[in-house]
């Protein structure tokens, strides 16, 4: 690797899956990295919220606001998700609560205190950090309908030359015609849908070119699945973990994105 590179690692919604979490934490600290960020969504969806932090804040990790963050420390009555379908809200409302209520209050101060964005210099290039979009915390950009013309005025009007993001839950990247890119790191918090038990995280390498790598990360999704189990969340979240397939928050997908799935 060339000296004047920048290797630097990003954390999609961690949904309060500690066990993935430690494992990406693990796979970064054996790869190296010059920094790391997380996007956001700490919690939601997985079992023991007040577990996560501490694995946040040791693998160092840069902390942006989710719409959790921003909904747990105001003490808002959802999660902000950004749901339209009664079942999408349904589901959305029992994660929330749940989290809401085995969050501490130290850690909905902490939240509190961290940042909506990012902005930094890397390679000679502006980059934004972002839950959402830059419009919107939790406005889903989704690849089969970001087309490039909205994605170059995305990155024109808020002065950007990569944008990272998270949110969906699935990850992707777009190299767009003015050099620019795009990249949704994905979530560490459930699979992407694809049948797999894994989840991702995402690694951006910043030199003469900007290479951008997808992570699979293995981690005991049985234990993590018995642990909802024993929280008595939803029997849906559990199948997810353990099977790959998404079977809420499913409305809110596109239709290209949802024929991937098996729902």
Not at 88 to 94: K, L, R, S, T, V
Not at 171 to 179: A, D, I
Request: glycine share 10%.
């Amino acid at each position: 690797m060339n000296a004047s590179s920048l290797r630097l690692a990003f954390f999609g919604g961690v949904y309060n899956n500690w066990r993935a979490l430690e494992a990406a934490a693990a796979d970064v600290r054996r790869r190296g990295a010059d920094a790391v960020y997380a996007l956001g969504d700490f919690g939601g969806f997985g079992p023991h919220p007040d577990r996560v932090f501490p694995i946040l804040l040791e693998s160092g990790a840069q902390p942006i606001q989710g719409n959790y963050e921003e909904s747990l420390s105001t003490g808002a009555a959802d999660c902000g998700c950004g749901y339209t379908d009664p079942r999408d809200n349904h589901f959305a409302q029992i994660s929330y609560d749940y989290t809401a209520e085995n969050t501490s209050a130290t850690w909905k101060a902490w939240m509190a205190s961290i940042p909506g964005t990012r902005r930094f210099e890397a390679g000679g290039r502006r980059v934004l950090l972002v839950h959402g979009s830059p419009r919107k915390i939790n406005e889903f950009l989704w690849e089969s309908n970001s087309p490039v013309p909205f994605l170059e005025k995305l990155l024109t009007d808020f002065e950007a030359d990569v944008l990272v993001c998270t949110h969906t839950g699935l990850h992707w990247t777009r190299r767009l015609p003015s050099g620019r890119i795009v990249v949704n790191a994905g979530v560490l918090g459930r699979p992407a849908n694809d049948g797999a038990t894994n989840v991702w995280y995402t690694r951006v390498t910043f030199g003469r070119e900007v290479r951008v790598e997808f992570v699979p990360v293995l981690y005991d999704h049985e234990a993590l699945a018995r642990e909802m189990e024993d929280e008595r969340l939803p029997a849906e979240f559990v199948e997810t973990i353990r099977t790959g397939w998404w079977t809420t928050c499913l409305e809110i997908l596109p239709a290209k994105e949802r024929e991937r799935g098996r729902h």
